[in-house]
């Protein structure tokens, strides 16, 4: 089976930048798409992100938009999420996951059917 790992958390300050990877290990990617989400403490987990492999079409959560880009590399099986401005309520576990863009919920991601790994993403004041 195909999995996902995601990558490339760490503690960064307020207005600084991160950029998450997300690595498909096996095949090359095989879904509608790729969705990043993620979970702060004591919240539920989010949709932050999605790409549709199909079109390339790339489709942001509100709180993210304008700060985050999800790009993709089929060379290295590699999905990117570029993070910038950060702020602490960026603070989350950041997962990516196979699944596809929900139409109906402004393009975001569709809960997948396996989670994997998250990294951790602190943003400090």
């Known amino acids: 089976d195909v999995q996902l790992q995601a990558s490339g958390g760490g503690l960064v300050q307020v207005g600084g930048s991160l950029r998450l990877s997300c690595v498909a290990s096996g095949s090359a990617f095989d879904a509608f798409g790729i969705g990043w989400f993620r979970q702060a403490p004591g919240k539920e987990r989010e949709g932050v992100s999605c790409?549709?492999?199909?079109?390339?079409?790339?489709y942001y959560a509100d709180p993210v938009k304008g700060r985050f880009t999800i790009s993709i590399d089929n060379a290295k099986n590699t999905v990117y999420l570029q993070m910038g401005s950060l702020n602490p309520e960026d603070t989350a576990v950041y997962y990516c996951?196979?699944?596809?863009?929900?139409?109906?919920?402004?393009?975001?991601?569709?809960?997948?059917?396996?989670w994997g790994q998250g990294t951790l993403v602190t943003v400090s004041s």
């Open positions: 790409l549709n492999i199909d079109d390339g079409n790339t």
């Open positions: 996951a196979y699944t596809s863009c929900d139409p109906q919920n402004y393009g975001l991601p569709n809960d997948p059917n396996y």
